[in-house]
């Protein structure tokens, strides 16, 4: 089986061969995305291509970085997208891209139905550097989504330093309350995700009222339910959150996710569909 896809070859093999002082492994100089790949085909509107692309052209163009030979790029990922769902496409400094075929979780479709639990972590490490660029430096998350799993959570909510909760460690927030959708505002300092991004714009093109506010504890509270997204897993609700404060808990099966998950439906992306 395919492995990955590296400064334009193919490898089959189960080890990559970089350089000790590559800046990529002893600084985290990259940049990357992620993306689901739907029907295998590259160029289908849920798998964002384009956005996909222009995510990483714009973090290399901020960095001052050379751009890859984007065909080749192109090449690798349609080649592993044979093979997998989920491709992430890797960018180095000097323009070699790394593209790394993956599966979907396998329980996604259980955590879709019936959510996850979650946790509120608070502290400077697991503070994001460059939360608006998706580069290869992800300890903060990675600290903070070990930190939930001692909890007995399977995901972390960071917060800023007024406790407004920001993201999760692997997505961007969303929530259902007052007739509104619900997500934190990008001026709060975080990611911009592409599955944010398309909901964004296909829930007002749709008609529907959507608040970028902060998520301050009022806000949390009148909200009837709370989910996660990102490119890979769509939507995954959150059922439990455990706060310093206590647990609060959202039905995983909210009738507003339902009307959320028709953007997945057969009917294209920019289908005007009220939801009501």
Same mark, same amino acid.
């Given at each position: 089986m395919t492995k990955f896809w590296y400064n334009g070859k193919l490898s089959d093999s189960s080890t990559l061969e970089i350089a000790p002082d590559d800046p990529g492994l002893i600084y985290g100089a990259t940049a990357f995305t992620t993306m689901r790949v739907y029907g295998g085909d590259l160029?289908?509107?849920?798998?964002y291509w384009s956005g996909h692309c222009q995510r990483l052209k714009t973090t290399?163009?901020?960095?001052?970085?050379?751009?890859?030979?984007?065909?080749?790029?192109?090449?690798?990922?349609q080649i592993l997208s044979h /093979?997998?769902?989920?491709?992430?496409?890797?960018?180095?400094?000097?323009?070699?891209e790394l593209i790394l075929g993956r599966n979907l979780p396998p329980d996604l479709a259980t955590k879709?139905?019936?959510?996850?639990?979650?946790?509120?972590?608070?502290?400077?490490?697991?503070?994001?550097? +460059?939360?608006?660029?998706?580069?290869?430096?992800?300890?903060g998350s990675y600290l903070a989504l070990q930190a939930s799993q001692r909890l007995g959570a399977t995901e972390a909510i960071l917060i800023d330093q007024d406790g407004n909760w920001l993201e999760t460690s692997t997505g961007n927030l969303w929530g259902w309350g007052d007739g509104s959708w619900w997500t934190p505002p990008l001026e709060e300092g975080i990611l911009p995700g592409l599955m944010r991004e398309?909901?964004?714009?296909?829930?007002?093109?749709?008609?529907?009222?959507v608040e970028e506010e902060p998520w301050s504890e009022p806000v949390v509270a009148r909200l009837e339910a709370i989910g996660h997204s990102n490119s890979a897993i769509e939507l995954v609700p959150l059922r439990?959150? +455990?706060?310093? /404060?206590? /647990?609060?808990?959202?039905?995983?099966?909210?009738?507003?996710w339902e009307k959320w998950r028709r953007f997945f439906s057969p009917h294209p992306p920019n289908s005007q569909i009220k939801l009501t």
């Open positions: 160029d289908h509107p849920l798998t290399l163009a901020a960095f001052q970085w050379p751009e890859p030979d984007w065909d080749l790029v192109r090449q690798g990922a /093979t997998w769902p989920v491709i992430r496409i890797t960018i180095f400094p000097d323009g070699r879709q139905s019936q959510g996850i639990r979650s946790a509120v972590v608070s502290g400077p490490e697991f503070e994001r550097w +460059l939360p608006h660029r998706k580069s290869g430096n992800y300890l398309q909901m964004m714009g296909w829930l007002l093109a749709s008609g529907e009222r439990e959150i +455990l706060t310093p /404060t206590g /647990t609060i808990s959202r039905p995983p099966q909210h009738p507003a």
